[in-house]
């Protein structure tokens, strides 16, 4: 999967970034050569490669299915079905099995439940950053920063290990369309 640096550039790529990546690559300047996915992924990481995937074209189905990869990791926290359905229209859609209206549904649905879903976890939050509160002068009396090292040590590495997972898919991905491409050339 490949795009160029002009289309990264025109996409509103991140100044910082894409100078990494010219530096990473011997350039001093955007042009139109293709740079590959991976490339840009073990020069500056996964959050520019993911950002980078909008300067991709002709691999649209990929990148959906990659997407959808990606919120499936964390479906079991979806409350709302329109959400879970959202993914299943979308898998749909880019298997040439949904319609873009059907697309549109989903998404709005989705969208509905993330806004109903963001107004419970403000007031929840509000409610927690209370507790948090009381909590925070409850422990300083105690022997409980142990246990909250422990606990930010092992969400740290849950989140690592997302993060792995994802890079792995992705240059899983982008192998196979090269290699899909090497036959058919």
Same mark, same amino acid.
């Given at each position: 999967?490949?795009?160029?640096l002009?289309?990264i550039?025109?996409c509103?790529a991140?100044?910082?970034?894409?100078?990494?990546?010219?530096?990473?690559l011997?350039?001093?300047?955007?042009?139109?050569?293709?740079?590959s996915?991976?490339q840009?992924?073990?020069?500056?990481?996964?959050d520019?490669?993911?950002?980078?995937?909008?300067?991709?074209?002709?691999h649209?189905?990929?990148?959906?299915l990659?997407?959808?990869?990606?919120?499936?990791q964390?479906?079991h926290?979806?409350?709302d079905?329109?959400?879970?359905n959202a993914?299943n229209?979308a898998?749909?859609?880019?298997?040439?099995?949904?319609s873009?209206?059907?697309? &549109?549904? %989903?998404?709005? +649905? *989705?969208l509905? !439940?993330? @806004?109903? $879903? #963001?107004w /419970?976890a =403000?007031?929840a939050?509000a409610?927690a950053?209370a507790?948090?509160?009381?909590?925070?002068?409850a422990?300083?009396?105690t022997? &409980?920063? %142990?246990l909250? +090292? *422990?606990l930010? !040590?092992a @969400?740290? $590495? #849950?989140w /690592?290990? =997302?993060?792995?997972?994802?890079e792995?898919?992705?240059?899983?991905?982008c192998?196979?369309?090269?290699a899909?491409l090497?036959?058919?050339?």
């Amino acid at each position: 999967m490949k795009t160029t640096l002009k289309k990264i550039r025109e996409c509103a790529a991140s100044p910082a970034s894409l100078q990494k990546l010219l530096r990473s690559l011997g350039k001093t300047k955007a042009d139109a050569e293709p740079v590959s996915i991976i490339q840009i992924l073990d020069s500056n990481g996964l959050d520019d490669a993911l950002w980078c995937l909008r300067a991709v074209e002709g691999h649209d189905r990929e990148i959906r299915l990659f997407a959808v990869w990606c919120a499936r990791q964390v479906e079991h926290l979806m409350m709302d079905e329109r959400s879970k359905n959202a993914l299943n229209v979308a898998e749909r859609f880019a298997n040439g099995e949904a319609s873009k209206v059907e697309l &549109a549904a %989903a998404k709005a +649905a *989705a969208l509905a !439940a993330a @806004w109903a $879903a #963001a107004w /419970a976890a =403000a007031w929840a939050t509000a409610r927690a950053a209370a507790l948090d509160a009381a909590w925070a002068t409850a422990r300083a009396t105690t022997k &409980a920063a %142990a246990l909250d +090292a *422990a606990l930010d !040590a092992a @969400w740290d $590495a #849950a989140w /690592a290990t =997302a993060r792995a997972a994802q890079e792995k898919e992705l240059r899983r991905v982008c192998a196979k369309i090269e290699a899909d491409l090497a036959v058919g050339a």
